[in-house]
């Protein structure tokens, strides 16, 4: 075998709280991670060339060096002490700086299929401790299954309820940044960061909104007919429904340059069959 396509899919954060501040500059969090089937696609081969490629359908903003991918190949190369050379294609459908987890996905997909593809032999805890140095959710994706999430993210309990939901997911066309989101909390004084923990779902909704006004007139008139709420630092927003007639309605009140994505929950990992 010379190259292997992967569907490398998006999570929801139900829920997101930050605990606090460590000394190694990382956050406490809890949250609840939700897989869904809405997914980039990547496509690993195997190169005669002693080199690794890392392209996209996008920008070269996000290619080769500038891509966690890369990073990920190259790690991977070090922990197994032999050079790895390949070539990755990605088409990305899920949105940059959504707080979906594309690029920790991506991640997660290339250490699973480049050591199922170039018969590694390495396991699946070999993986997500790999993982987590490249980003506190790739040990979710590579872990492939719903899970209560503590620590930065990488201690995984397995949550095997049955989700029947349906999301819709608005994307408001913003790139947020993760970073910036964790330092404005950061800067909040401690009545202000426990006011979040004891009183939101996700202790970033209200630090995304201020900074996003538009966005924020727009989300409490959502919320008049539906649950919405923000996964991870944003900006993507989702509801849970069921009928869909009320979704429609939903719909005519967004803005035009604002895309959505209806999406189905999923049960486990396409990708646990790799690994």
Known sequence: MDSLKLNSPAKLNLNLSVLGKRIDGMHEIKTRFQLINLSDELMIKKTLSKSISVKTNLTPSIENKKNIVFSAIKLLSDYIGKEIHCEVDIVKNIPLGGGLGGGSSNAATALIGINFLFKLGLTSKELMQLGEKLGAD?????????AFAS?????????????????????????????????????????????????????????????NRDVKIIFHELCKSNSFKLSGTGSTIFCAYNDISEIEKTLKKIPSKWRHSFCEPLQCSPLLKYI
């Open 138 to 146: 790739v040990p979710f994706f590579i872990f492939g299954k719903n």
């Open 151 to 211: 620590g930065i993210g990488e201690i995984l309990l397995e949550d095997n309820r049955n989700i029947d939901d349906k999301y819709l997911l608005l994307f408001p066309q913003i790139h947020s940044s993760t970073k910036e989101l964790f330092s404005k909390w950061d800067g909040l004084n401690k009545s202000a960061q426990k006011s979040l923990l004891d009183n939101e779902e996700n202790s970033f909704l209200p630090i995304f909104l201020d900074q």
